[in-house]
């Protein structure tokens, strides 16, 4: 997040800070969005009229957005969901130094 106005700060192709993220700077990282290794496992038991019953999944080496989380930061629905206590780190004035833009960043 720039210090000075709470914008986000992006890595251009030659590895230099800019505010600006365009299609000409934009490279190939080498991560996909596939997973190696995913699969779920579960338990059912009963005993005496009583049921317990559970699954888990799981995926192993993917890169994703983590859209949960994007939507627990998104400042236009302030007031409608529930949101994570981290947007109460959201940039706020100059110099402020976050890993949470502002609410109102221009380049989001």
């Known amino acids: 997040v720039n210090p000075a ?3 986000m700060l992006f890595l251009d192709i030659d590895g230099n800070l800019t505010e600006d993220i365009t ?15 995913q699969g779920s496992f579960g338990f059912d038991a009963d005993y005496k009229n ?3 019953t559970t699954q888990f999944n799981y995926t192993i080496g ?5 859209f ?13 969901f529930r949101h994570s206590r981290d947007i ?4 706020s004035q100059p110099g402020d130094i976050t890993d949470v833009p502002s609410l109102n960043a221009t380049n989001a």
């Open 88 to 91: 109460l780190r959201a940039w």
């Open 68 to 80: 949960d989380m994007q939507g627990f930061l998104d400042p236009t629905s302030i007031g409608q």
């Open 23 to 37: 299609t000409n700077d934009q490279r190939a990282t080498g991560k996909n969005i596939f997973p190696d290794y």
């Open 62 to 66: 993917v890169y994703r957005s983590d």
């Open 50 to 52: 009583f049921f317990f």
């Open 5 to 7: 106005n709470g914008n």
